[in-house]
């Protein structure tokens, strides 16, 4: 259960920053925090809030339409933090790994047409019946040489996104930050990085050296809390900073020893942050922000 009231105990927690704070510099809202709102109710709430980024989704991207999506953002004078989603690049048959390719070749075009800063991979799960986890991981890295080069040539960078244990058979082969690096490195660090999701990372013993070997390969740095108990459906297992198990100043003070400057983004899938009113949550996210997760 994630909560939208103030942490008890802490109070530095009880005034909301305002717009300007620069504690809230590289603050972004990921759209799938507020999954009700639309492309463009989400731009003005992070006008009205004073966020300076936003994280987009594609089918949100879609129904705004991407011209008009381009330039809410533009107008509004907020920089996309990063695309969600390319990836699920795990298919065996011929057929459906080209139409994979495919996908993820107009993902890129999107990508470049919104200036984002990154294309999120969630590089997919086992294929029906299929066993065979090296193999999938080897189609991964199949994909990459052929999306790595056009991603550079449409100046876009690609974010290998590690997803927790609990998703690898349907959602995604890499398990952890050292299995995306080894994936990433025999490609030039601006065509892929990754993506350290707080969410998925955390319990990694290795974590803090793996952060470290990363470097300039992370390409997006999101954060949403581990809260027991986990719901009945896992893919809404996320909660708000403060209110689970993460300790979000140490792994943002490794993030930045690394020697990551950009914005950090706050995603969060949960049936009753979702259910909320959307300004309160964001109220909510920027208090958090400030007192859970900036070193």
Known sequence: MSTLDVPSGNPAATATPEAGDPRLARLSLNQWTTRAWSLREAVQGCVRAGLPAIGLWRDKVAD???TEAAK??????????????GGFLTARAPGAWAEAIEDNRRAIEEAAALEAACLVLVVGGLPAGDRDLPGARERVAEALDELAP???AHGVRLALEPLHPMYCADRAVLSTLDQALD?????????????VDAFHVWWDPNLFAAIAR?????????V???????????????GMMGDGAIDFRAMTAAVEAAGYAGDIEVEIFNADVWAADGDAVVATMKRRFVTEVRT
């Open 64 to 66: 705004a339409g991407q």
């Open 183 to 195: 994936l990433a490195e025999p490609h030039p660090v601006g065509q892929v990085g990754v993506v």
């Open 214 to 222: 990363a470097g300039e390969r992370i390409a997006s740095y999101q």
């Open 224 to 238: 949403c809390d581990w809260v027991l108990p986990l719901p009945a459906d896992n893919l809404l297992a996320r």
């Open 72 to 85: 809410l953002v533009r107008d509004a004078g907020l920089r996309v933090s990063s695309l969600c989603r």
């Open 150 to 152: 056009y991603a550079g």
